[in-house]
């Protein structure tokens, strides 16, 4: 079993940050690929960013400058630092890694279950 915990959202006033963290645990070999999506309402889950386990970063354009991730491999973890948060932004954001697990050769798609973030105008 594999688990991705997210934590951090909320709601913020435009203009505002908000940091948030995934933790991945359970019978794992190696992560590859970690990274954040969101999911609008109405609209489609899209690509925040992603970071291989070299370090090497991906970033939608509309978040460009103002957000950055991170990961520490010690401990499985994902960052995303948002700043200058637009009402736009509002999403659910989900965590993304791509694993090898114990005993299961090759990488699998994991996902969290999402955590709300809100910057209202």
């Known amino acids: 079993q594999v688990q991705l915990v997210e934590s951090g959202g909320g709601l913020v006033q435009a203009g505002g940050s908000l940091r948030l963290s995934c933790a991945a645990s359970?019978?794992?070999?190696?992560?590859?690929?970690m990274g954040w999506y969101r999911q609008a309402p109405g609209k489609q889950r899209e690509l925040v960013a992603l970071?291989?386990?070299?370090?090497?970063?991906n970033y939608a354009d509309s978040v460009k400058g103002r957000f950055t991730i991170s990961r520490d491999n010690a401990k499985n973890t994902v960052y995303l630092q948002m700043t200058s948060l637009k009402p736009e932004d509002t999403a659910v954001y989900y965590c993304?890694?791509?694993?090898?697990?114990?005993?299961?050769?090759?990488?699998?798609?994991?996902w969290g279950k999402g955590t709300l973030v809100i910057a209202s105008s």
């Open positions: 993304y890694a791509d694993i090898e697990r114990i005993m299961i050769p090759g990488g699998m798609d994991y």
């Open positions: 970071i291989t386990s070299g370090g090497s970063t």
């Open positions: 359970g019978s794992i070999v190696s992560i590859n690929a």
